[in-house]
T-cell receptor, first 115, second 110 residues
């Protein structure tokens, strides 16, 4: 398994501001991902954070709104830019962990409320 | 058509009951199948994962995959109030992208 730490765990943000979420994994991982989970909804993949290159974004998500960094194999950040109330959501970092069968583990999430 | 469909519930059972949670998926090319448990305002916690048809057991939990029917199940034996949570199924072709069900909310009553 893996321990994935995210911060902040929650925040209340003003409309129009930006917030950066940090994700730290306790071991080196190849694949890291950022998901969004809006209230009462399932998880939606925002992007794959690629180490040393630009993130790969899913349809409906763009780099200007959700810039992502991945400076090394254990760390990534997601910025939610120019926030609006529609961005109120839990943002989840996840990582593919290789072991006795690969699978995906999640951090505890960052709960953002935009007012 | 969604890649994976899951009954949202809620599902309410008495303590000690056997719980059956189910998902169907659309594409026979999916080869990775996972179940996650998510408590309120927490990140999903991996419960079970499997890559093949058949059953996989871990304590009170059994994951079942029927590739011929494109159907996956999670069974919880001797359910406890602490099992009350939302359960998410997930499928994937590879580890580049997972598709999640909408989640089934389970309430186990003492």
């Amino acid at each position: 398994s893996a321990v994935i730490s995210q911060k902040p765990s929650r925040d209340i943000c003003q409309r129009g501001t930006s917030l950066t979420i940090q994700c730290q994994v306790d071991s080196q991982v190849t694949m890291m991902f950022w998901y969004r989970q809006q209230p009462g909804q399932s998880l939606t993949l925002i992007a794959t954070a690629n180490q040393g290159s630009e993130a790969t974004y899913e349809s409906g998500f763009v780099i200007d709104k959700f810039p992502i960094s991945r400076p090394n194999l254990t760390f990534s950040t997601l910025t939610v830019s120019n926030m609006s109330p529609e961005d109120s959501s839990i943002y989840l970092c996840s990582a593919e962990v290789q072991g006795n069968g690969n699978t995906i583990y999640f951090g505890e999430g960052s709960w953002l409320t935009v007012v | 058509q969604k890649e994976v469909e899951q009954d949202p519930g809620p599902l309410s059972v008495p303590e000690g009951a056997i719980v059956s949670l189910n998902c169907t998926y659309s594409n026979s090319a999916f080869q990775y199948f996972m179940w996650y448990r998510q408590y309120s305002r927490k990140g999903p916690e991996l419960l079970m994962y499997t890559y093949s048809s058949g059953n996989k057991e871990d304590g009170r939990f059994t994951a079942q995959v029927d590739k011929s029917s494109k159907y996956i199940s999670l069974f919880i034996r001797d359910s406890q109030p602490s099992d009350s949570a939302t359960y998410l199924c997930a499928v994937a072709y590879n580890f580049n992208k997972f598709y999640f069900g909408s989640g089934t909310k389970l309430n186990v009553k003492p």
